[in-house]
Protein backbone atom coordinates (compact mmCIF):
# COMPACT_ATOMS: atom_id res chain seq x y z
CA UNK A 1 0.00 0.00 0.00
CA UNK A 2 1.20 3.59 -0.78
CA UNK A 3 2.04 5.86 1.63
CA UNK A 4 -0.54 8.41 0.60
CA UNK A 5 -3.35 5.69 0.15
CA UNK A 6 -2.60 4.42 4.00
CA UNK A 7 -3.00 8.36 5.32
CA UNK A 8 -6.63 8.29 4.30
CA UNK A 9 -6.97 5.77 6.22
CA UNK A 10 -4.97 7.05 9.65
CA UNK A 11 -7.37 7.77 12.37
CA UNK A 12 -5.38 9.64 14.91
CA UNK A 13 -5.51 12.78 17.25
CA UNK A 14 -5.51 14.94 14.67
CA UNK A 15 -8.70 13.87 13.05
CA UNK A 16 -10.61 14.72 15.90
CA UNK A 17 -12.08 18.58 15.82
CA UNK A 18 -14.80 20.47 18.24
CA UNK A 19 -16.68 22.81 15.63
CA UNK A 20 -17.60 25.85 17.89
CA UNK A 21 -21.38 26.99 17.67
CA UNK A 22 -21.52 28.64 14.78
CA UNK A 23 -19.70 26.66 12.50
CA UNK A 24 -22.05 23.66 13.59
CA UNK A 25 -25.27 25.73 12.83
CA UNK A 26 -23.70 26.88 9.40
CA UNK A 27 -22.29 23.28 8.50
CA UNK A 28 -25.89 21.42 9.48
CA UNK A 29 -28.54 24.33 9.39
CA UNK A 30 -30.86 21.79 8.67
CA UNK A 31 -31.29 20.72 12.26
CA UNK A 32 -31.72 24.44 13.82
CA UNK A 33 -34.41 25.34 11.23
CA UNK A 34 -35.74 22.42 8.89
CA UNK A 35 -35.09 22.36 5.13
CA UNK A 36 -33.17 26.07 3.38
CA UNK A 37 -35.48 26.56 0.75
CA UNK A 38 -35.99 29.54 -1.46
CA UNK A 39 -39.45 30.83 0.08
CA UNK A 40 -41.61 28.89 -2.19
CA UNK A 41 -42.74 26.80 0.93
CA UNK A 42 -44.14 27.91 4.05
CA UNK A 43 -41.97 25.64 6.11
CA UNK A 44 -38.85 27.37 4.35
CA UNK A 45 -35.94 28.07 6.76
CA UNK A 46 -35.98 32.01 6.16
CA UNK A 47 -39.67 32.32 7.54
CA UNK A 48 -38.46 29.90 10.46
CA UNK A 49 -35.15 32.49 11.07
CA UNK A 50 -38.47 35.25 11.65
CA UNK A 51 -40.62 32.90 13.71
CA UNK A 52 -37.27 32.71 16.08
CA UNK A 53 -37.42 36.14 16.56
CA UNK A 54 -40.51 36.62 16.83
CA UNK A 55 -40.83 33.84 19.12
CA UNK A 56 -38.74 35.89 21.81
CA UNK A 57 -41.42 38.54 21.26
CA UNK A 58 -44.37 36.50 22.02
CA UNK A 59 -42.90 35.11 25.36
CA UNK A 60 -42.81 38.55 26.74
CA UNK A 61 -46.23 39.20 25.65
CA UNK A 62 -47.55 35.84 27.24
CA UNK A 63 -45.63 37.38 30.11
CA UNK A 64 -47.88 40.55 30.36
CA UNK A 65 -44.84 42.45 28.90
CA UNK A 66 -45.49 44.27 25.27
CA UNK A 67 -49.14 44.42 23.46
CA UNK A 68 -47.58 45.23 19.91
CA UNK A 69 -44.96 44.14 17.27
CA UNK A 70 -43.71 45.76 14.57
CA UNK A 71 -42.27 43.81 11.71
CA UNK A 72 -40.59 45.38 8.60
CA UNK A 73 -39.22 43.49 5.54
CA UNK A 74 -37.55 45.38 2.89
CA UNK A 75 -36.38 43.29 -0.05
CA UNK A 76 -34.26 40.78 1.83
CA UNK A 77 -33.27 42.71 5.42
CA UNK A 78 -36.09 42.01 8.19
CA UNK A 79 -36.43 44.16 11.10
CA UNK A 80 -38.31 43.37 14.49
CA UNK A 81 -39.23 45.56 17.45
CA UNK A 82 -40.78 44.54 20.55
CA UNK A 83 -42.34 46.73 23.37
CA UNK A 84 -41.55 43.64 26.43
CA UNK A 85 -38.81 44.38 28.85
CA UNK A 86 -35.32 44.43 26.80
CA UNK A 87 -32.71 41.79 27.32
CA UNK A 88 -31.20 42.85 30.56
CA UNK A 89 -27.81 45.13 29.27
CA UNK A 90 -24.89 43.17 30.44
CA UNK A 91 -26.28 39.97 28.67
CA UNK A 92 -27.00 41.61 24.95
CA UNK A 93 -23.99 39.43 23.46
CA UNK A 94 -24.44 36.35 25.29
CA UNK A 95 -28.13 35.54 24.79
CA UNK A 96 -27.29 35.66 21.06
CA UNK A 97 -24.24 34.21 20.27
CA UNK A 98 -23.87 31.81 23.66
CA UNK A 99 -25.21 28.55 22.85
CA UNK A 100 -27.80 27.29 25.69
CA UNK A 101 -28.27 30.58 27.39
CA UNK A 102 -31.65 32.19 27.98
CA UNK A 103 -34.09 33.27 30.69
CA UNK A 104 -36.15 30.15 29.61
CA UNK A 105 -35.14 27.27 31.86
CA UNK A 106 -36.47 28.31 34.98
CA UNK A 107 -40.37 26.77 34.53
CA UNK A 108 -41.53 29.61 36.78
CA UNK A 109 -40.57 32.42 34.96
CA UNK A 110 -41.56 31.32 31.57
CA UNK A 111 -43.55 28.28 32.27
CA UNK A 112 -45.11 27.63 28.99
CA UNK A 113 -43.21 29.93 26.63
CA UNK A 114 -42.37 28.86 22.95
CA UNK A 115 -38.37 28.90 22.86
CA UNK A 116 -36.96 26.33 25.60
CA UNK A 117 -33.83 25.66 24.47
CA UNK A 118 -31.79 29.17 23.71
CA UNK A 119 -31.09 28.18 20.07
CA UNK A 120 -33.43 30.02 18.41
CA UNK A 121 -31.63 33.62 18.32
CA UNK A 122 -28.35 31.62 17.70
CA UNK A 123 -29.35 30.30 14.41
CA UNK A 124 -30.53 33.54 13.45
CA UNK A 125 -27.14 35.53 14.21
CA UNK A 126 -25.19 32.45 12.59
CA UNK A 127 -27.24 32.34 9.31
CA UNK A 128 -27.33 36.22 8.63
CA UNK A 129 -24.52 38.16 7.10
CA UNK A 130 -25.68 41.23 9.05
CA UNK A 131 -27.45 40.56 12.09
CA UNK A 132 -27.67 43.73 14.98
CA UNK A 133 -29.67 43.41 18.00
CA UNK A 134 -30.41 46.77 20.51
CA UNK A 135 -32.00 46.15 24.00
CA UNK A 136 -34.12 49.42 25.42
CA UNK A 137 -34.26 49.28 29.41
CA UNK A 138 -35.02 51.87 31.74
CA UNK A 139 -33.91 54.49 30.16
CA UNK A 140 -30.74 53.01 28.68
CA UNK A 141 -29.40 51.04 25.65
CA UNK A 142 -27.08 48.90 24.51
CA UNK A 143 -26.34 47.08 20.98
CA UNK A 144 -24.36 44.21 19.14
CA UNK A 145 -23.65 43.82 15.58
CA UNK A 146 -22.80 40.59 14.13
CA UNK A 147 -22.04 38.89 11.14
CA UNK A 148 -23.11 34.36 10.31
CA UNK A 149 -22.14 34.61 14.40
CA UNK A 150 -19.23 36.33 14.60
CA UNK A 151 -19.08 39.40 16.61
CA UNK A 152 -18.21 42.73 14.78
CA UNK A 153 -18.74 45.68 17.11
CA UNK A 154 -19.68 45.73 20.79
CA UNK A 155 -21.61 49.46 21.52
CA UNK A 156 -21.25 51.05 24.64
CA UNK A 157 -24.24 51.36 26.85
CA UNK A 158 -26.32 55.05 26.42
CA UNK A 159 -28.89 57.07 26.90
CA UNK A 160 -31.88 56.80 25.64
CA UNK A 161 -35.87 57.58 25.60
CA UNK A 162 -37.28 54.98 23.15
CA UNK A 163 -39.36 52.28 25.36
CA UNK A 164 -38.35 49.07 26.78
CA UNK A 165 -37.80 46.38 24.51
CA UNK A 166 -35.79 44.70 21.67
CA UNK A 167 -35.22 45.28 19.02
CA UNK A 168 -33.20 42.81 15.90
CA UNK A 169 -32.48 43.70 12.60
CA UNK A 170 -31.05 40.66 10.26
CA UNK A 171 -30.27 39.57 6.63
CA UNK A 172 -30.25 35.76 6.05
CA UNK A 173 -27.08 34.53 4.35
CA UNK A 174 -27.55 34.46 0.68
CA UNK A 175 -24.90 31.55 0.32
CA UNK A 176 -26.83 29.33 2.59
CA UNK A 177 -30.74 30.30 1.49
CA UNK A 178 -30.21 30.77 -2.29
CA UNK A 179 -32.66 33.46 -4.34
CA UNK A 180 -34.89 33.63 -1.50
CA UNK A 181 -37.95 35.84 -1.07
CA UNK A 182 -41.22 36.36 1.07
CA UNK A 183 -43.98 35.22 -0.46
CA UNK A 184 -47.10 37.66 1.36
CA UNK A 185 -49.50 34.61 1.62
CA UNK A 186 -47.24 32.82 4.02
CA UNK A 187 -46.26 35.61 6.15
CA UNK A 188 -50.06 36.33 6.51
CA UNK A 189 -50.89 32.99 7.78
CA UNK A 190 -47.62 33.15 10.30
CA UNK A 191 -48.94 36.43 11.68
CA UNK A 192 -52.41 35.38 11.88
CA UNK A 193 -51.77 32.51 13.62
CA UNK A 194 -49.87 34.53 16.16
CA UNK A 195 -52.71 36.57 16.54
CA UNK A 196 -55.35 34.22 17.33
CA UNK A 197 -52.98 32.29 19.94
CA UNK A 198 -52.93 35.73 21.69
CA UNK A 199 -56.05 37.48 21.62
CA UNK A 200 -55.40 41.21 21.39
CA UNK A 201 -51.67 41.10 20.57
CA UNK A 202 -51.22 43.42 17.74
CA UNK A 203 -48.61 42.85 15.49
CA UNK A 204 -47.82 45.10 12.17
CA UNK A 205 -45.73 44.05 9.16
CA UNK A 206 -44.83 46.48 6.65
CA UNK A 207 -48.09 49.05 8.04
CA UNK A 208 -50.58 46.12 8.11
CA UNK A 209 -52.11 45.05 11.16
CA UNK A 210 -53.13 41.75 12.84
CA UNK A 211 -55.50 42.07 15.56
CA UNK A 212 -57.41 38.90 16.56
CA UNK A 213 -60.38 39.32 19.33
CA UNK A 214 -61.77 35.85 19.38
CA UNK A 215 -58.86 33.71 19.27
CA UNK A 216 -59.58 30.46 17.21
CA UNK A 217 -63.00 31.54 16.49
CA UNK A 218 -61.39 33.97 14.23
CA UNK A 219 -58.94 31.32 12.62
CA UNK A 220 -62.00 29.23 11.97
CA UNK A 221 -63.86 31.87 10.13
CA UNK A 222 -61.02 32.89 8.03
CA UNK A 223 -60.26 29.23 7.23
CA UNK A 224 -63.67 28.10 5.63
CA UNK A 225 -66.66 29.65 4.06
CA UNK A 226 -69.77 30.44 6.34
CA UNK A 227 -72.13 29.23 3.47
CA UNK A 228 -70.14 25.96 3.61
CA UNK A 229 -70.94 25.40 7.66
CA UNK A 230 -73.03 22.47 8.04
CA UNK A 231 -73.71 24.48 11.95
CA UNK A 232 -72.42 27.61 13.44
CA UNK A 233 -68.31 26.95 15.00
CA UNK A 234 -68.42 25.67 18.38
CA UNK A 235 -66.01 27.39 20.31
CA UNK A 236 -64.79 26.29 23.95
CA UNK A 237 -61.81 27.60 26.05
CA UNK A 238 -60.11 26.26 29.20
CA UNK A 239 -57.42 26.70 31.50
CA UNK A 240 -54.40 26.37 29.06
CA UNK A 241 -56.80 24.68 26.00
CA UNK A 242 -58.79 26.36 23.25
CA UNK A 243 -60.93 24.26 20.80
CA UNK A 244 -62.66 25.28 17.49
CA UNK A 245 -64.69 23.02 15.30
CA UNK A 246 -67.37 22.70 12.51
CA UNK A 247 -68.23 20.52 9.63
CA UNK A 248 -67.83 21.41 5.99
CA UNK A 249 -69.16 19.83 2.97
CA UNK A 250 -65.83 19.21 1.66
CA UNK A 251 -64.25 15.36 2.11
CA UNK A 252 -61.17 14.90 4.61
CA UNK A 253 -60.19 16.17 8.17
CA UNK A 254 -58.69 19.66 8.26
CA UNK A 255 -56.94 20.69 11.23
CA UNK A 256 -55.12 23.01 12.62
CA UNK A 257 -52.93 22.56 15.93
CA UNK A 258 -50.86 24.92 18.20
CA UNK A 259 -48.89 24.16 21.24
CA UNK A 260 -47.68 27.35 23.39
CA UNK A 261 -48.26 29.49 20.55
CA UNK A 262 -46.22 27.36 17.96
CA UNK A 263 -47.79 25.83 15.11
CA UNK A 264 -47.54 21.94 15.28
CA UNK A 265 -48.00 21.32 11.46
CA UNK A 266 -47.34 17.81 11.72
CA UNK A 267 -49.81 17.75 15.29
CA UNK A 268 -48.53 15.47 17.36
CA UNK A 269 -50.07 13.72 20.81
CA UNK A 270 -52.48 16.92 21.18
CA UNK A 271 -54.18 16.14 18.04
CA UNK A 272 -54.46 12.94 18.23
CA UNK A 273 -55.69 12.87 21.75
CA UNK A 274 -58.01 15.74 20.09
CA UNK A 275 -59.30 13.20 17.44
CA UNK A 276 -59.99 10.32 19.91
CA UNK A 277 -61.40 12.64 22.87
CA UNK A 278 -63.97 14.42 20.16
CA UNK A 279 -64.83 10.80 18.78
CA UNK A 280 -65.24 9.61 22.46
CA UNK A 281 -67.74 12.31 22.63
CA UNK A 282 -69.69 12.63 20.28
CA UNK A 283 -70.42 8.98 20.78
CA UNK A 284 -71.40 9.09 24.39
CA UNK A 285 -73.57 12.05 23.75
CA UNK A 286 -75.85 10.20 21.01
CA UNK A 287 -75.43 7.23 22.50
CA UNK A 288 -74.28 5.58 19.09
CA UNK A 289 -71.18 3.59 18.26
CA UNK A 290 -70.62 5.72 15.49
CA UNK A 291 -67.65 4.83 13.08
CA UNK A 292 -65.08 6.75 13.59
CA UNK A 293 -64.33 7.82 9.93
CA UNK A 294 -67.70 8.78 9.73
CA UNK A 295 -67.60 11.34 13.04
CA UNK A 296 -64.49 13.04 12.20
CA UNK A 297 -65.20 13.12 8.32
CA UNK A 298 -65.47 16.64 7.24
CA UNK A 299 -64.71 18.25 10.03
CA UNK A 300 -62.81 21.53 10.51
CA UNK A 301 -61.18 22.36 13.40
CA UNK A 302 -57.96 23.70 15.61
CA UNK A 303 -56.97 23.22 19.25
CA UNK A 304 -54.48 25.01 21.28
CA UNK A 305 -52.92 23.65 23.93
CA UNK A 306 -50.24 25.21 26.82
CA UNK A 307 -47.94 22.77 28.16
CA UNK A 308 -45.33 23.09 30.48
CA UNK A 309 -41.56 22.32 29.11
CA UNK A 310 -42.81 20.70 26.02
CA UNK A 311 -41.02 17.80 23.99
CA UNK A 312 -40.79 18.32 20.36
CA UNK A 313 -39.70 15.34 18.00
CA UNK A 314 -37.25 17.89 16.36
CA UNK A 315 -35.84 21.63 16.62
CA UNK A 316 -38.36 22.78 14.24
CA UNK A 317 -41.44 22.19 16.65
CA UNK A 318 -43.73 20.94 13.81
CA UNK A 319 -44.65 17.86 15.81
CA UNK A 320 -45.36 17.52 19.47
CA UNK A 321 -44.16 14.40 21.47
CA UNK A 322 -45.23 15.36 25.06
CA UNK A 323 -47.09 12.78 26.86
CA UNK A 324 -48.25 14.93 29.62
CA UNK A 325 -48.87 18.43 30.42
CA UNK A 326 -46.14 18.88 32.72
CA UNK A 327 -43.61 16.92 34.90
CA UNK A 328 -45.81 14.22 36.65
CA UNK A 329 -48.95 15.73 35.61
CA UNK A 330 -52.00 14.75 33.90
CA UNK A 331 -51.55 12.76 30.38
CA UNK A 332 -52.23 14.66 27.46
CA UNK A 333 -54.79 12.18 26.18
CA UNK A 334 -56.63 12.86 29.66
CA UNK A 335 -56.70 16.59 29.77
CA UNK A 336 -57.86 16.86 26.07
CA UNK A 337 -60.26 14.33 26.20
CA UNK A 338 -61.96 15.15 29.75
CA UNK A 339 -62.15 18.54 28.49
CA UNK A 340 -63.87 17.48 25.26
CA UNK A 341 -66.45 15.43 27.53
CA UNK A 342 -67.42 17.82 29.51
CA UNK A 343 -67.25 21.13 27.90
CA UNK A 344 -68.77 19.92 24.11
CA UNK A 345 -71.37 17.95 25.26
CA UNK A 346 -72.46 21.17 27.51
CA UNK A 347 -72.68 22.80 24.46
CA UNK A 348 -74.45 20.42 22.27
CA UNK A 349 -77.58 19.93 24.66
CA UNK A 350 -77.56 23.73 24.93
CA UNK A 351 -77.70 23.95 21.76
CA UNK A 352 -80.09 21.10 20.22
CA UNK A 353 -80.72 22.96 16.45
CA UNK A 354 -76.30 22.44 16.14
CA UNK A 355 -76.54 19.14 17.48
CA UNK A 356 -79.35 17.97 15.03
CA UNK A 357 -76.55 19.41 12.32
CA UNK A 358 -74.01 17.60 13.64
CA UNK A 359 -75.84 14.15 13.74
CA UNK A 360 -77.27 15.09 9.96
CA UNK A 361 -73.23 15.02 8.82
CA UNK A 362 -72.14 12.11 10.46
CA UNK A 363 -75.41 10.08 8.94
CA UNK A 364 -74.72 11.40 5.60
CA UNK A 365 -70.93 10.51 6.00
CA UNK A 366 -71.93 7.17 7.07
CA UNK A 367 -74.27 6.54 3.81
CA UNK A 368 -71.21 7.26 1.79
CA UNK A 369 -69.19 5.09 2.76
CA UNK A 370 -71.22 2.21 2.67
CA UNK A 371 -71.72 3.25 -0.57
CA UNK A 372 -68.52 3.46 -1.25
CA UNK A 373 -67.43 0.08 0.33
CA UNK A 374 -68.15 -2.43 -2.26
CA UNK A 375 -65.89 -0.36 -4.91
CA UNK A 376 -63.81 0.70 -2.45
CA UNK A 377 -62.88 -3.17 -2.10
CA UNK A 378 -62.48 -3.92 -5.83
CA UNK A 379 -60.16 -0.50 -6.30
CA UNK A 380 -57.80 -1.22 -3.35
CA UNK A 381 -57.18 -4.56 -4.55
CA UNK A 382 -56.10 -3.32 -8.36
CA UNK A 383 -54.31 -0.37 -6.72
CA UNK A 384 -52.38 -3.29 -4.41
CA UNK A 385 -51.51 -5.71 -8.03
CA UNK A 386 -50.60 -2.45 -9.72
CA UNK A 387 -48.34 -1.28 -6.75
CA UNK A 388 -46.55 -4.56 -7.58
CA UNK A 389 -45.74 -3.66 -10.77
CA UNK A 390 -46.62 0.34 -11.37
CA UNK A 391 -45.10 1.73 -13.67
CA UNK A 392 -46.75 5.22 -13.41
CA UNK A 393 -45.03 5.39 -9.82
CA UNK A 394 -41.27 6.14 -9.28
CA UNK A 395 -40.44 6.07 -5.57
CA UNK A 396 -37.57 8.01 -3.52
CA UNK A 397 -36.37 7.03 -0.13
CA UNK A 398 -37.08 9.18 2.22
CA UNK A 399 -41.26 9.84 3.06
CA UNK A 400 -42.65 12.92 4.85
CA UNK A 401 -44.84 10.31 7.08
CA UNK A 402 -42.40 7.62 8.30
CA UNK A 403 -40.43 7.59 11.76
CA UNK A 404 -37.22 9.08 12.04
CA UNK A 405 -35.08 7.56 14.24
CA UNK A 406 -31.29 6.73 14.97
CA UNK A 407 -28.68 9.18 15.89
CA UNK A 408 -29.04 10.59 12.19
CA UNK A 409 -32.60 11.83 13.11
CA UNK A 410 -32.09 15.58 12.40
CA UNK A 411 -30.81 14.67 8.83
CA UNK A 412 -33.42 12.10 7.92
CA UNK A 413 -36.44 14.50 9.16
CA UNK A 414 -34.18 17.28 6.67
CA UNK A 415 -34.81 14.91 3.82
CA UNK A 416 -38.19 14.08 4.63
CA UNK A 417 -39.37 17.71 4.43
CA UNK A 418 -37.46 17.35 1.22
CA UNK A 419 -39.83 14.75 -0.04
CA UNK A 420 -41.16 15.46 -3.63
CA UNK A 421 -43.38 13.64 -5.72
CA UNK A 422 -43.26 15.23 -9.41
CA UNK A 423 -47.29 14.35 -11.23
CA UNK A 424 -45.90 14.72 -14.88
CA UNK A 425 -47.71 14.33 -18.39
CA UNK A 426 -46.80 11.40 -20.43
CA UNK A 427 -43.82 9.26 -20.53
CA UNK A 428 -41.43 11.71 -22.21
CA UNK A 429 -41.81 14.08 -19.17
CA UNK A 430 -41.27 11.71 -16.93
CA UNK A 431 -38.59 10.45 -18.77
CA UNK A 432 -36.47 13.49 -18.39
CA UNK A 433 -37.59 14.03 -15.05
CA UNK A 434 -37.02 10.32 -13.83
CA UNK A 435 -33.11 10.30 -15.30
CA UNK A 436 -32.55 13.56 -13.33
CA UNK A 437 -34.64 13.74 -10.35
CA UNK A 438 -32.74 12.87 -7.12
CA UNK A 439 -33.56 9.42 -6.34
CA UNK A 440 -33.50 9.85 -2.21
CA UNK A 441 -36.09 12.85 -2.17
CA UNK A 442 -37.88 13.05 -5.34
CA UNK A 443 -40.77 10.41 -7.12
CA UNK A 444 -42.62 11.07 -10.30
CA UNK A 445 -45.75 9.77 -11.15
CA UNK A 446 -46.92 9.78 -14.57
CA UNK A 447 -50.24 10.70 -15.88
CA UNK A 448 -51.34 8.98 -18.85
CA UNK A 449 -52.89 11.63 -20.61
CA UNK A 450 -55.42 14.04 -19.72
CA UNK A 451 -57.22 13.04 -16.28
CA UNK A 452 -60.89 13.09 -15.82
CA UNK A 453 -62.67 16.09 -14.98
CA UNK A 454 -63.80 15.76 -11.73
CA UNK A 455 -65.78 18.83 -10.79
CA UNK A 456 -69.41 18.38 -9.11
CA UNK A 457 -68.72 14.51 -9.18
CA UNK A 458 -68.60 12.20 -5.86
CA UNK A 459 -65.49 10.58 -4.54
CA UNK A 460 -67.01 7.59 -5.91
CA UNK A 461 -64.76 8.41 -9.02
CA UNK A 462 -61.82 8.29 -7.23
CA UNK A 463 -62.03 5.03 -6.56
CA UNK A 464 -63.64 3.67 -10.16
CA UNK A 465 -61.14 6.02 -11.89
CA UNK A 466 -57.67 3.63 -11.62
CA UNK A 467 -55.73 6.67 -12.64
CA UNK A 468 -57.21 8.85 -9.41
CA UNK A 469 -57.41 5.93 -7.30
CA UNK A 470 -53.18 5.02 -8.11
CA UNK A 471 -52.40 8.63 -7.17
CA UNK A 472 -54.31 8.41 -4.17
CA UNK A 473 -52.55 5.51 -3.32
CA UNK A 474 -49.19 6.93 -4.45
CA UNK A 475 -49.84 10.05 -1.77
CA UNK A 476 -51.01 7.52 0.92
CA UNK A 477 -54.11 9.92 1.40
CA UNK A 478 -56.65 7.51 1.56
CA UNK A 479 -57.69 7.36 5.42
CA UNK A 480 -56.29 11.05 5.69
CA UNK A 481 -53.88 14.01 5.54
CA UNK A 482 -51.49 12.77 8.15
CA UNK A 483 -50.50 9.49 5.90
CA UNK A 484 -49.34 12.17 3.33
CA UNK A 485 -45.99 10.20 1.81
CA UNK A 486 -44.26 13.20 0.33
CA UNK A 487 -44.38 16.51 1.77
CA UNK A 488 -44.30 18.85 -1.70
CA UNK A 489 -46.25 17.29 -4.48
CA UNK A 490 -45.78 19.66 -7.56
CA UNK A 491 -47.72 19.37 -10.69
CA UNK A 492 -45.05 19.29 -13.48
CA UNK A 493 -47.01 19.82 -17.15
CA UNK A 494 -45.89 21.19 -20.39
CA UNK A 495 -46.04 25.13 -20.86
CA UNK A 496 -48.23 24.22 -23.70
CA UNK A 497 -52.46 24.71 -23.65
CA UNK A 498 -52.61 21.00 -23.53
CA UNK A 499 -50.12 21.32 -20.41
CA UNK A 500 -52.22 24.03 -18.85
CA UNK A 501 -55.29 21.84 -19.58
CA UNK A 502 -53.64 19.02 -17.21
CA UNK A 503 -52.74 21.40 -14.86
CA UNK A 504 -56.50 22.58 -14.29
CA UNK A 505 -57.83 19.28 -14.11
CA UNK A 506 -55.01 17.48 -11.71
CA UNK A 507 -55.83 20.81 -9.29
CA UNK A 508 -59.86 20.23 -9.38
CA UNK A 509 -58.79 16.47 -8.12
CA UNK A 510 -57.40 18.22 -5.54
CA UNK A 511 -59.61 20.70 -4.31
CA UNK A 512 -62.73 18.91 -5.13
CA UNK A 513 -61.32 15.53 -2.77
CA UNK A 514 -58.33 16.70 -0.66
CA UNK A 515 -58.76 20.70 -0.36
CA UNK A 516 -56.81 20.24 3.03
CA UNK A 517 -53.35 19.39 0.97
CA UNK A 518 -53.76 22.59 -0.85
CA UNK A 519 -55.02 25.26 2.22
CA UNK A 520 -51.97 23.15 3.56
CA UNK A 521 -49.31 24.18 1.03
CA UNK A 522 -48.49 21.10 0.03
CA UNK A 523 -49.20 21.70 -3.45
CA UNK A 524 -47.14 23.40 -6.44
CA UNK A 525 -46.96 24.20 -9.71
CA UNK A 526 -43.13 23.35 -11.26
CA UNK A 527 -41.88 26.81 -13.36
CA UNK A 528 -39.32 25.88 -16.01
CA UNK A 529 -37.76 27.75 -18.58
CA UNK A 530 -39.27 28.91 -21.22
CA UNK A 531 -36.31 29.37 -23.59
CA UNK A 532 -32.83 29.26 -23.51
CA UNK A 533 -30.38 31.67 -25.21
CA UNK A 534 -26.77 31.34 -25.71
CA UNK A 535 -24.02 31.74 -27.84
CA UNK A 536 -20.49 29.86 -27.31
CA UNK A 537 -19.42 31.14 -24.04
CA UNK A 538 -22.99 31.59 -21.68
CA UNK A 539 -26.04 30.20 -22.15
CA UNK A 540 -29.64 31.87 -20.14
CA UNK A 541 -32.21 30.03 -19.37
CA UNK A 542 -35.15 32.20 -19.64
CA UNK A 543 -38.31 31.94 -17.54
CA UNK A 544 -40.16 34.56 -19.64
CA UNK A 545 -40.94 36.99 -22.74
CA UNK A 546 -38.96 39.86 -20.56
CA UNK A 547 -36.24 37.75 -19.60
CA UNK A 548 -36.16 36.37 -23.08
CA UNK A 549 -35.29 39.89 -24.56
CA UNK A 550 -32.64 40.86 -21.25
CA UNK A 551 -30.90 37.95 -22.14
CA UNK A 552 -30.70 38.61 -25.99
CA UNK A 553 -29.69 42.49 -25.34
CA UNK A 554 -26.92 40.92 -22.97
CA UNK A 555 -25.69 38.27 -24.85
CA UNK A 556 -25.96 40.73 -28.85
CA UNK A 557 -25.11 39.14 -32.01
CA UNK A 558 -27.44 37.04 -32.67
CA UNK A 559 -27.84 34.41 -29.86
CA UNK A 560 -29.12 31.08 -30.71
CA UNK A 561 -32.49 31.02 -29.48
CA UNK A 562 -34.28 27.86 -28.33
CA UNK A 563 -38.01 27.34 -27.75
CA UNK A 564 -39.15 24.82 -24.91
CA UNK A 565 -42.48 23.90 -24.88
CA UNK A 566 -42.60 19.87 -23.74
CA UNK A 567 -40.72 19.11 -20.28
CA UNK A 568 -39.60 15.96 -22.75
CA UNK A 569 -37.70 17.87 -25.17
CA UNK A 570 -35.58 19.28 -22.42
CA UNK A 571 -32.40 17.03 -21.57
CA UNK A 572 -31.70 15.16 -18.43
CA UNK A 573 -28.96 17.13 -17.80
CA UNK A 574 -30.00 20.41 -18.22
CA UNK A 575 -33.63 19.42 -15.97
CA UNK A 576 -31.32 18.35 -13.10
CA UNK A 577 -30.66 22.05 -12.37
CA UNK A 578 -34.52 23.36 -12.70
CA UNK A 579 -35.64 20.43 -10.29
CA UNK A 580 -32.37 20.99 -7.86
CA UNK A 581 -31.95 23.25 -5.04
CA UNK A 582 -32.90 26.56 -6.82
CA UNK A 583 -35.96 24.49 -8.37
CA UNK A 584 -38.46 27.75 -9.47
CA UNK A 585 -42.54 26.51 -8.14
CA UNK A 586 -45.62 27.85 -7.42
CA UNK A 587 -47.26 27.83 -4.84
CA UNK A 588 -51.07 26.69 -5.21
CA UNK A 589 -53.01 28.87 -2.22
CA UNK A 590 -56.14 29.87 -1.07
CA UNK A 591 -57.07 33.09 -0.75
CA UNK A 592 -59.23 33.99 2.39
CA UNK A 593 -62.75 34.25 1.29
CA UNK A 594 -62.04 31.72 -1.23
CA UNK A 595 -65.21 29.49 -2.35
CA UNK A 596 -64.00 25.97 -3.92
CA UNK A 597 -67.34 25.10 -5.27
CA UNK A 598 -67.70 28.49 -6.60
CA UNK A 599 -64.46 28.92 -7.95
CA UNK A 600 -64.23 25.41 -9.76
CA UNK A 601 -67.57 25.98 -11.07
CA UNK A 602 -66.22 28.77 -12.90
CA UNK A 603 -62.94 27.03 -14.21
CA UNK A 604 -64.14 23.55 -14.85
CA UNK A 605 -68.13 23.62 -14.63
CA UNK A 606 -70.17 23.87 -18.23
CA UNK A 607 -69.61 26.92 -20.15
CA UNK A 608 -70.83 29.04 -18.24
CA UNK A 609 -71.84 32.58 -19.83
CA UNK A 610 -69.67 34.30 -17.24
CA UNK A 611 -66.27 32.59 -18.20
CA UNK A 612 -67.49 32.98 -21.87
CA UNK A 613 -67.73 36.89 -21.12
CA UNK A 614 -64.03 37.48 -19.28
CA UNK A 615 -62.81 34.75 -22.88
CA UNK A 616 -64.11 37.50 -25.18
CA UNK A 617 -63.13 40.81 -23.30
CA UNK A 618 -59.58 39.32 -22.72
CA UNK A 619 -59.09 37.58 -26.16
CA UNK A 620 -55.38 38.46 -27.23
CA UNK A 621 -53.79 37.58 -29.79
CA UNK A 622 -49.58 37.18 -29.97
CA UNK A 623 -48.09 39.24 -32.73
CA UNK A 624 -44.95 38.14 -34.20
CA UNK A 625 -42.99 41.33 -34.39
CA UNK A 626 -40.16 39.99 -36.50
CA UNK A 627 -42.81 38.73 -39.42
CA UNK A 628 -44.53 41.47 -39.62
CA UNK A 629 -41.05 43.67 -40.13
CA UNK A 630 -40.66 41.48 -42.91
CA UNK A 631 -43.92 42.15 -44.61
CA UNK A 632 -43.28 45.55 -44.21
Known amino acids: MA ?19 KEHIRLRPGMYIGKLGDGSCPDDGVYVLLKEVIDNCIDEHTMGYGKQIDVSIESKSITVRDYGRGIPLGKVVDVVSKMNTGAKYDSKAFQKSVGLNGVGTKAVNALSTIFKVTAFREGKEKTAEFSRGELLKEHKETKTTESNGTLVHFTPDESIFKNYHFVQEYLDNQFWNYCYLNAGLIMNLNGKKYVSKNGLLDLLQRKTNEDELRYPIIHLKGNDIEVALSHENTYGEEYYSFVNGQFTTQGGTHLAAFREGYTKTIREFFKKDYDAADIRGSICAAIAVRVQEPVFESQTKTKLGSLNVSEGGESMKNFVGNFLLKELDNYLHKNPATAEALKKRIEQNERERKELAGIKKLANERAKKANLHNKKLRD ?24 TIFITEGDSASGSITKARDVNTQAVFSLRGKPLNSFGLTKKVVYENEEFNLLQHALNIEEGYEGLRYNNIVIATDADVDGMHIRLLTMTFFLQFFPDLVKNGHIYILETPLFRVRNKQETIYCYSETEKNTAIKKLGAKPEITRFKGLGEISPDEFASFIGPEMRKAPVIMEQGDHIQQLLEYYMGKNTPQRQEFIIQNLKVEIDLAEEQAVV
Open 3 to 21: KDEKNLFDYTEENIRSLDW
Open 396 to 419: CKYHYNEEATGKDKEAILEKQRES
